[in-house]
């Protein structure tokens, strides 16, 4: 079955960078939508950045641009948010999610149907 395990969630300075890694398994698909996805306290969950797997194409929150950057290692089934420039606002819980029908890819929390458990992001 399909399982995404996030981590490198912690607590930072504001102005200080975090990594944060989804290690995949369960499936095996060309052509599929992934991405990092926040939820705050008393806030709806929200897209960050999207990559589609298979090509170039990646999307990012208006609020990130610039200081995120989502990639993805295929030999390793793993993919990234290299997140630079923290702020407080940043703080959330992160999700790593897919969307594995493979036609559309964007930051809308509702077209993800496989999710992981979250790490925590913190900057203070």
């Known amino acids: 079955h399909v399982q995404l395990v996030e981590s490198g969630g912690g607590s930072v300075q504001a102005g200080g960078s975090l990594r944060l890694s989804c290690a995949t398994s369960?499936?095996?698909?060309?052509?599929?939508?992934m991405g990092w996805l926040r939820q705050a306290p008393g806030k709806e969950r929200e897209g960050v950045a999207t990559i589609y797997i298979g090509s170039t194409k990646r999307m990012y929150a208006d609020s990130v641009k610039g200081r995120f950057t989502i990639s993805r290692d295929s030999r390793k089934n793993t993919m990234y948010l290299q997140m630079n420039s923290l702020k407080p606002e940043d703080t959330a819980m992160y999700y790593c999610?897919?969307?594995?029908?493979?036609?559309?890819?964007?930051?809308?929390?509702?077209?993800?149907?496989?999710w992981g458990q979250g790490t925590q992001v913190t900057v203070s």
């Open positions: 369960g499936y095996t698909y060309s052509s599929y939508c």
């Open positions: 999610a897919a969307d594995l029908r493979g036609d559309r890819c964007s930051l809308v929390a509702q077209n993800f149907g496989y």
